[in-house]
């Protein structure tokens, strides 16, 4: 079975750590033992999220030289390196000798017009105190939210993921038997200019929607989509919250979900069942495998016809 595994920024280093390398390190072990049981039955292309990691990034630019920050797009490729460098060590240590791996680059175009670009609504970097998001606001002129922890973090585009360039790769890398890491952060956001160029763009496009358009490019069998939370849940955070463990589309379409989490978790399953896809998952890291034999976490197939 050829599947698509997109890893949460949070499962990567988790609400509330510290961002340090040793966090992230230890997480991404963690992450790579679940890939690994995966990887020795089945064909993994894997995703990452980087919201936490970008942020940080922003943040140190901003602290060298606050009217020179580094573009998004360019920080964007800095943390597809950076974690993609970590999975690809520690997957490899936990697979078989023989295994194959590579780690990718990805670009990704997205809509010059997209909405997205007048309505920020991604959260990256770390949770902020009422008191301390005023201040980042104020010496950055940062957008921010509100979340449901109480805290607040920063929030930018987050435009639709259009075209995975340099697909072919992934093709004859998958072909060829390697477990490939690519689309990392949504892959590092570009469009094409008025002379028909490509340049970089300020955002950062939702992991789970570009995983969900390579699963479909690949024709994977399922996609994985793997986070902090244990499943979708009817009524979230409410005393009477109900875990959905199996559903459809259309019956996800009923729910009121959050915009910066949840919510493109759950558009980006129905959009890959919709498209042919034969199963999407969402639950926690530890319950890869459950998941995908139907024993954790929500699982997403067509409408029937």
Same mark, same amino acid.
């Given at each position: ?88 060590? @520690?997957?490899?240590? *936990?697979?078989?000798?023989?295994? $194959?791996? %590579?780690? &990718? /680059?990805? #670009? ?90 490509? @340049?970089?763009?300020? *955002?950062?496009?939702?992991?789970? $929607?570009? %995983?969900? &358009? /390579?699963? #479909? ?89």
């Amino acid at each position: 079975m050829r599947i698509v595994v997109a890893l949460g920024g949070n499962a990567l280093l988790r609400r509330g750590e510290p961002m340090t390398a040793s966090a992230q390190h230890t997480n991404v072990r963690i992450a790579a033992t679940a890939l690994a049981d995966l990887a020795r039955d089945h064909q993994i292309v894997v995703a990452h999220g980087n919201g936490p990691q970008v942020g940080l990034l922003a943040l140190q630019g901003a602290s060298y030289d606050p009217d020179k920050p580094w573009p998004l797009d360019v920080l964007g490729a800095e943390t597809e390196g950076m974690i993609g460098y970590l999975i690809e060590q @520690e997957l490899m240590n *936990a697979l078989p000798e023989g295994a $194959r791996c %590579a780690t &990718l /680059l990805s #670009r990704v175009e997205v809509d010059a017009d997209d909405p997205a670009f007048a309505n920020p609504s991604k959260p990256i970097g770390p949770v902020y105190s009422t008191t301390e998001a005023a201040q980042v606001a104020r010496d950055h002129g940062w957008d921010m939210v509100r979340e449901s922890s109480g805290g607040s973090r920063r929030v930018v585009p987050s435009p639709l993921p259009l075209r995975l360039l340099g697909l072919d790769a992934i093709k004859l890398l998958l072909d060829s038997g390697h477990c490939v890491i690519c689309a990392g952060g949504g892959g590092i956001p570009v469009r094409r200019n008025a002379s028909g160029d490509m @340049e970089g763009v300020e *955002a950062v496009i939702d992991k789970d $929607r570009t %995983a969900a &358009l /390579l699963a #479909r490019d690949i024709n994977a069998d399922a996609l994985l989509m793997l986070t902090d939370v244990s499943a979708v849940f009817r009524d979230w955070g409410r005393a009477d919250q109900q875990e959905i463990t199996s559903t459809t589309p259309s019956a996800l379409g009923t729910l009121d979900l959050a915009p910066g989490s949840m919510g493109p978790k759950v558009a980006a399953a129905a959009d890959f069942v919709k498209g042919g896809g034969a199963l999407a998952g969402i639950g926690q890291l530890s319950d890869a495998r459950a998941i995908l034999e139907g024993q954790a976490g929500t699982r997403i197939r067509p409408d029937p016809t």
